[in-house]
Structure formats: structure tokens, C-alpha cells
């Protein structure tokens, strides 16, 4: 079965602290995608980054960075020196082909609060 | 692009009405999403359109729902009759690609049904 985890419901730090997102999946497919998503007091969710099941490199971009491990089934996010405008709820989410159609399901995502 | 647009943003309508939601996604993407937001179940894919076409709509939760893209630009989410439990925030996403590639979301309509 396919799932995600995201174990933190809530993580609240002081601005310029650096702070992981953990994202935890299962599935039985050997090609799937990994997202994550941000989604911004405004309301509207805003995609973050993808990688597939074949990429474990690493990625960064600015101060966020991403670490895929498939030995332990993560995907984990990392922002450095965290600001205010990074509070938001983000989401992880897998996306794998199941028979005809794809499914996409997203982990209950992570609340993090950034505090100045 | 204006980027995907919804509307109504919000909707309060009493129990047993009918209700419907419109969704404008992004001109020239093939692949059109409807999700619901509830923090009970968190995000849930409903069902999905490539080229207008319904693909999986087994995330649609009762026959009450129905969606329809009658062109590449358009779709509707349509609730009848609605109830207290379909209150929640309901997105419009709209993709290239597929499920394996980048959504761009709407801002959401939140519903509430009293």
C-alpha cells in the first residue's frame, strides 16, 4: 500500500535556526515520484521540489536542500537559517503508477512556525 | 498566466442544496485535479481529467459528487444535494504532465455547509 508519514504535526523555531522536515513513504513500486509542497497562510499550495525513485542525489536550492535516502525510505527537508515567511504547512507527498492510473497521496504535513 | 483560477473563494450554502464549484486551469496544461482539504483526511485527490477526459475519479467520495471538464479550459466540482460533512476546502490543480510532474493549485474555495 502506498502511504506517506510525516511524523511532526508542529515544529516552531526562532528565525535564523535551521530546522529538518521529516517525510517517511511506503510503496511496492520501484518507480514513483517524491514532492513537497508548501502551502502559505494565503491557503494555495506550492509545489517545492520533485524527485524520482531512480535520483538520489541530493538538492539544493538556496536555503532549502533535500535529502533522499531509499534505504530508509525518506525524503526529508531541510531549511537553513530559517525566516519568517517560511512558516507555512508543508506537505510531502508520492506519486506511483497503480495499474491503469497514477495516485498521488500526500502526508498530513508538518506545521512550522518561525518565530522572529 | 494568471495561474489557476477558482471561484467562487468561499461558499456557505445550506444542507441539501446543490453546489458548484468552477475551476480555470492554466492554458495548455493537459491534465486538470480536483482535491479536497479537510483536516480530518488532510488532501485528498477526487478525481482527475487528461484532455477533458475523466482518468480516476475513485477519490470522488459519494455519488453526490460529480465533475465534468466540458472543454480545456473549464471544469466544474458539483456537490447535490450537499451536507454538513462536505464542508471543507476544495482545490483545483492543474499539471503538463500528470501526476508526475509539478501542480500548480488554485487558491481553493472553502465551503461550508450549515
Known amino acids: 500500500a502506498q502511504k506517506v508519514t510525516q511524523a511532526q504535526t508542529e515544529i516552531s523555531v526562532v528565525e535564523k535556526e535551521d530546522v529538518t522536515l521529516d517525510c517517511v513513504y511506503e510503496?511496492?513500486?520501484?518507480?514513483?515520484?517524491l514532492f513537497w509542497y508548501k502551502q502559505p497562510p494565503s491557503g494555495e499550495l506550492v509545489f517545492l521540489i520533485r524527485r524520482n525513485s531512480f535520483d538520489e542525489q541530493n538538492e539544493i536550492s538556496g536555503r532549502y536542500s533535500w535529502n533522499f535516502q531509499k534505504s530508509t525510505s525518506s525524503f526529508n527537508f531541510t531549511i537553513t537559517a530559517s525566516q519568517v515567511v517560511d512558516s507555512a504547512v508543508y506537505f510531502c507527498?508520492?506519486?506511483?503508477?497503480?495499474?491503469?492510473?497514477?495516485?498521488?497521496?500526500f502526508g498530513t504535513g508538518t506545521l512550522l512556525a518561525v518565530q522572529p | 498566466d494568471a495561474g489557476v483560477i477558482q471561484s467562487p473563494r468561499h461558499e456557505v450554502t445550506e444542507m441539501g442544496q446543490e453546489v458548484t464549484l468552477r475551476c480555470k486551469p492554466i492554458?495548455?496544461?493537459?491534465?486538470l485535479f480536483w482535491y479536497r482539504q479537510t483536516m480530518m483526511r488532510g488532501l485528498e485527490l477526487l478525481i482527475y481529467f487528461n484532455n477533458n477526459v475523466p482518468i480516476d475519479d475513485s477519490g470522488m467520495p459519494e455519488d453526490r459528487f460529480s465533475a465534468k471538464m466540458p472543454n480545456a479550459s473549464f471544469s466544474t466540482l458539483k456537490i447535490q444535494p450537499s451536507e454538513p460533512r462536505d464542508s471543507a476546502v476544495y482545490f483545483c490543480?492543474?499539471?503538463?504532465?500528470?501526476?508526475?510532474?509539478?501542480?500548480?493549485f488554485g487558491q481553493g474555495t472553502r465551503l461550508t455547509v450549515v
Open positions: 490543480a492543474s499539471s503538463l504532465l500528470g501526476l508526475f510532474t509539478e501542480a500548480f
Open positions: 492554458s495548455g496544461h493537459d491534465y
Open positions: 507527498a508520492l506519486s506511483e503508477a497503480q495499474g491503469a492510473t497514477n495516485k498521488l497521496i
Open positions: 510503496t511496492r513500486d520501484t518507480t514513483y515520484y
